[in-house]
């Protein structure tokens, strides 16, 4: 198991930006996919962003892409989700999450951190 924890959540108005972070601890990092969900208040939690154990390959939902963007640095065991031109429909809690397998599916994630709450202002 890989242990978890979100942050640099925040406040921001819309067109601003924001950059998440994502500290894992315990097993080697490097042999997880992660991915970013998040969750709104009354929905569903859903996929934003994805990145493989090397961070040659990312994968966004269609929501996202060009606006935000996964990497990742294995020395320091992180994984960033830099949100650029905030709307206020991505207001929500962020989640990361560890695969074992190159997948967006929520339940193919075995590890969930505890979430950090983003608040976009019109």
């Known amino acids: 198991q890989v242990q978890l924890v979100e942050s640099g959540g925040g406040l921001v108005q819309a067109g601003g930006s924001l950059r998440l972070s994502c500290a894992a601890s315990?097993?080697?990092?490097?042999?997880?996919?992660i991915g970013w969900f998040r969750q709104a208040p009354g929905k569903e939690r859903e996929f934003v962003a994805a990145?493989?154990?090397?961070?040659?390959?990312?994968y966004y939902s269609a929501s996202v892409k060009d606006r935000f963007a996964i990497s990742r640095d294995n020395a320091k065991n992180t994984v960033f989700l830099q949100m650029n031109s905030l709307k206020p429909e991505d207001t929500a809690v962020y989640y990361c999450?560890?695969?074992?397998?190159?997948?967006?599916?929520?339940?193919?994630?075995?590890?969930w951190g505890q979430g950090t709450q983003v608040t976009v202002s019109s």
């Open positions: 990145i493989s154990r090397s961070g040659s390959d990312t």
């Open positions: 999450a560890a695969s074992d397998v190159w997948t967006t599916g929520r339940g193919d994630f075995g590890s």
């Open positions: 315990g097993r080697t990092f490097s042999r997880y996919n």
